[in-house]
């Protein structure tokens, strides 16, 4: 039997992965279930842990910064993530395993499989430590993510991320207006996809703002400065980040050009 933990801020998506564990998987045992990465850090120094499912895009603490305690603990990753597949090409063969959400079930008893004959292994701890440090690493680099999942409460959208024009935040809820006109609130703060999207290519221009660089018509400064997108809206851009957004549209057109 695998001791697990389920590590990920969404109720539908702990409730979900535990219930597709208990039905599909009879070596695993769940130990415990958090929603945070302070809660999984407490359940690891109270349990010996074999594998932890981990979400990364988490308030706080993202689930990179339970990887120390992970190897400290001699636990196993396999994360449960919204970048897709053409992201994480690089760092397959670094990784336990991942899996991308809406979670397989197909997918899930493949991940839970390699993971059990792995730890029946007992790899030597350096490797796995320099298994887990890559991952960080490659996972890292976010200009090579190009979709990613938003929980729509009966599930999830895979979003293309060149399809968002433009993220709006209203108060702990992030609204994305889609290049098809479609809008999709998301129950997670504007600051988790900041963190998440292309630095290069999304930008943060007000507290409530995101704007994606494609999209981007003109900007002036005749009320102040305000950016004006290809669908016709109209954004303002705050004092304290007017400076950042001017130097972040000159490095995107750098970059285009050098495409």
Known sequence: MLNTIIVDDEEFARSSLYFLLQENCENIHISGIAKSVSEAKNLLSNNQIDLIFLDIAMPGENGFELIPHAQLNKSHVIFTTAYDQYALRAIKANAL?????????????????????????????????????????????????????????????????????????????????????????????????EEILPDHQFVRIHKSSIVNLNYLKEYNSKNGVEVILKNGDKIAVSRRRASDFAEKVKSYTRFESDK
């Not at 890292?140 to 959208?157: A, M, T």
């Open 97 to 193: 395993d991942y899996l991308l959400k809406p979670i397989d079930i197909d997918e899930l008893k493949l991940a839970v499989e390699k993971a059990g004959k792995y730890i029946a292994l007992n790899k030597k701890e350096h490797n796995r430590n320099e298994n887990l440090q890559n991952l960080a690493v490659h996972l890292s680099e976010r200009n090579e993510i190009r979709k990613i999942s938003l929980p729509n409460g009966q599930g999830y959208s895979l979003i293309n991320i060149d399809d968002i024009i433009h993220i709006e935040a209203d108060s702990n809820y992030s609204i994305f207006h889609l290049a098809n006109k479609e809008t999709i609130t998301v129950s997670k703060v504007l600051k988790e996809y």
